[in-house]
């Protein structure tokens, strides 16, 4: 069983950064992929960002060369940088691993 807890959402204003981080509980080391998706009101859930085992990385193209998606097996953690935030990127976000297992999403609030 795995569970994951996300935090380090918040509201900023366009152009500002926030850092999502995901506590994994359980084996992080037996999970290969994991991600981060969004859900904004009204649209489908997206893939932002997935992260291999062996620190292969893909993005969704809106958000490529601002967000960074990493993972920390030590700490039991993943993260997501988030820099030069948009409107469009207000959200919420979830974590997600192999196996199907989803955090509970933290919101990000893009305004001015």
């Known amino acids: 069983q795995v569970r994951l807890v996300e935090s380090g959402g918040g509201s900023v204003q366009p152009g500002e950064s926030l850092r999502l981080s995901c506590e994994v509980s359980?084996?992080?080391?037996?999970?290969?992929?994991m991600a981060w998706y969004r859900q904004a009101p009204g649209k489908q859930r997206e893939l932002v960002a997935n992260?291999?085992?062996?620190?292969?990385?893909k993005y969704v193209d809106s958000v490529k060369g601002r967000f960074f998606i990493s993972r920390d097996n030590a700490k039991s953690a993943l993260y997501l940088q988030m820099n030069s935030l948009k409107f469009e990127d207000t959200a919420v976000y979830y974590c997600w691993s192999d196996y199907g297992f989803w955090g509970r999403g933290t919101q990000v609030t893009v305004s001015s």
């Open positions: 359980g084996n992080i080391f037996s999970i290969d992929r």
């Open positions: 992260i291999t085992s062996g620190g292969s990385v």
